[in-house]
Every structure is written in C-alpha cells, then in structure tokens.
Nanobody, 112 residues
Framework: QVQLVESGGGLGQAGGSLRLSCVVS????????MKWFRQAPGKVREFVAR????????VYADSVKGRFTISRDNAKNTVYLQMNSLKSEDTAVYYC?????WGQGTQVTVSS
C-alpha cells in the first residue's frame, strides 16, 4: 500500500521558518516528480512547488518564489519544503503529491 505522510507543520511566526517533510512508502520514489500543494480555509487547493525525479529541476508558484525551497532525498524517500519569510497568507493545510496520490496533509498556521 502506497503512503505519503507529511510532518513538520505547526505554528510559525510571520517572518519565521518552518520545514515540512513528506515520506513516501510502498512504491518507487526516485523516478517520480513530487509536488507540494496547499489549501487555505474556504479556498481551492493550489499548487506550491514541484521537483523533478532527480532534484535538478524545480518550479514554484509566484506567491512563494524566493521564500520556499523544495528538495528531496531519494535515499530516504523524502521530499521537503523549506518555508522562510513566512506570511499570514501561507496559513493552510499543506499536502504532498505523487501522481494521483496524496498525503493526509499537515497544518501550517502563521501568526502575525
């Protein structure tokens, strides 16, 4: 059974940092692109970042460009999202995504 498990969310301060992790189990991880999405209350789920299978190519939403960094460790089947310079509008549930598979999400709340 394939599982994606996010962790690292919580309460952050505006201007501060948080690091999210997503561990993938049950299938090959190293040959797949990975993505992070987020969903704020009352809003649709939106794309945050994508990383290629090798980690050599990344794409970011304009709203997080220059503040967030996606990375991966294929030996650990883990993808990360380093979030710096947090803003209140970053408050959302963050989900990692692999093809049609989703994790359960991790809540990030940014206080100003």
């Amino acid at each position: 059974q394939v599982q994606l498990v996010e962790s690292g969310g919580g309460l952050g301060q505006a201007g501060g940092s948080l690091r999210l992790s997503c561990v993938v189990s049950g299938r090959t991880f190293s040959n797949s692109a990975m993505k992070w999405f987020r969903q704020a209350p009352g809003k649709v789920r939106e794309f945050v970042a994508r990383i290629s299978w090798s980690g050599g190519s990344t794409v970011y939403a304009d709203s997080v460009k220059g503040r967030f960094t996606i990375s991966r460790d294929n030996a650990k089947n883990t993808v990360y999202l380093q979030m710096n310079s947090l803003k209140s509008e970053d408050t959302a549930v963050y989900y990692c995504n692999l093809d049609a598979l989703w994790g359960q999400g991790t809540q990030v709340t940014v206080s100003s």
